[in-house]
């Protein structure tokens, strides 16, 4: 039976271009470059952003998110924490990396799916989802349709199977 998965998972080397090119631009730009702002990756689980004040953190958010974007990850793929004061006086914002479907927005998207009519089964497997179907245009159509819907996360189609 012809099948897809859903996941939600990132490319960790373009990432980490991402991140250099952002951290050099950084470090060139006639505005940014005296003030000691700081991108650091930490445990691949996270990114956080520190700079003088909130106005440079948001420039350093513009860099970073330019940068990604232009290797080609989706922005969806964070989940943006507030910028907040730390002790030297500086600002910091932390960047989470989601990894894996959570179990709500996994509902969420298997509801999304069943409301359809289109006859296609849907599974939650631990983090990510598996959808089957008789039909290949019923499964394209539903790519189709969870990239139009926005469910706050990123989702990647691997694993085409065509039996």
């Given at each position: 039976?012809?099948?897809?998965?859903?996941?939600?998972?990132?490319?960790?080397?373009?990432?980490?271009?991402?991140?250099?090119?952002?951290?050099?631009?950084?470090?060139?730009?006639?505005?940014?470059?005296?003030?000691?702002?700081?991108?650091?990756?930490?445990?691949?689980?996270?990114?956080?952003?520190?700079?003088?004040?909130?106005?440079?953190?948001?420039?350093?958010?513009?860099?970073?998110?330019?940068?990604?974007?232009?290797?080609?990850?989706?922005?969806?793929?964070?989940?943006?924490?507030?910028?907040?004061?730390?002790?030297?006086?500086?600002?910091?914002?932390?960047?989470?990396?989601?990894?894996?479907?959570?179990?709500?927005?996994?509902?969420?998207?298997v509801k999304t799916i069943k409301d359809t009519k289109?006859?296609?089964?849907?599974?939650?497997?631990?983090?990510?989802?598996?959808?089957?179907?008789?039909?290949?245009?019923?499964?394209?159509?539903?790519?189709?349709?969870?990239?139009?819907?926005?469910?706050?996360?990123?989702?990647?189609?691997?694993?085409?199977?065509?039996?």
């Amino acid at each position: 039976m012809p099948s897809f998965d859903i996941v939600c998972k990132i490319d960790k080397q373009e990432m980490d271009n991402a991140l250099n090119q952002a951290r050099k631009e950084i470090v060139q730009r006639y505005d940014l470059k005296d003030t000691q702002s700081e991108i650091n990756l930490i445990e691949q689980k996270e990114i956080v952003l520190i700079a003088p004040n909130e106005f440079v953190l948001k420039q350093v958010l513009d860099v970073l998110q330019s940068k990604l974007v232009k290797r080609g990850i989706s922005l969806k793929a964070f989940e943006y924490g507030n910028p907040e004061p730390t002790l030297m006086s500086k600002m910091k914002q932390t960047l989470k990396i989601q990894e894996g479907i959570a179990i709500e927005k996994a509902k969420a998207i298997v509801k999304t799916i069943k409301d359809t009519k289109f006859k296609v089964q849907c599974q939650i497997q631990g983090d990510q989802l598996r959808v089957s179907g008789k039909q290949i245009d019923d499964l394209q159509s539903i790519i189709q349709l969870l990239r139009t819907n926005d469910h706050g996360i990123h989702m990647d189609f691997v694993n085409m199977k065509r039996d």
